[in-house]
């Protein structure tokens, strides 16, 4: 017995882009997403997802306000996950004290030069990305 409604099918996702969409800050659109998601080659959705789950933990330690961060399928779209996060560093670390970059670091132009400025150095001689 059809009542005239369409019940309205539910989309599938894979268990790689359910981790991908959990570990993701910003949670719009997740049907776009899922589109994006699968036009990246499958062999690239584990990366997908671990550069995600990076790429969130470097915009936590940097405070990151959420209306920055782009829409998950804007990221997938555009290629953002093939920027790899420097693991060795953690990313943003001071170059000094080796502090992560956070609460009271701040940004500073030095000869057209992006530079962390970390209060607890005295704020000079930081690393220059």
Not at 78 to 101: F, H, M, R
């Amino acid at each position: 017995m059809n009542s005239g409604k369409q019940a309205k099918n539910k989309t599938e996702y894979s268990p790689l882009f359910k981790e991908f969409y959990e570990a993701y800050p910003k949670k719009t659109a997740p049907d776009t997403a899922w589109k994006a998601f699968q036009a990246i080659p499958l062999q690239h959705h584990a990366i997908v997802v671990e550069r995600a789950k990076q790429h969130a933990d470097a915009w936590r330690r940097e405070d990151k306000d959420p209306k920055y961060i782009k829409h998950p399928a804007t990221w997938l779209n555009s290629g953002c996950w093939k920027v790899v996060i420097d693991k060795k560093t953690g990313l943003k670390d001071c170059a000094i004290c080796g502090e992560p970059y956070g609460v009271g670091h701040k940004f500073a132009m030095i000869k057209s030069k992006k530079v962390y400025k970390c209060p607890r150095c005295n704020w000079d001689d930081h690393k220059i990305i």
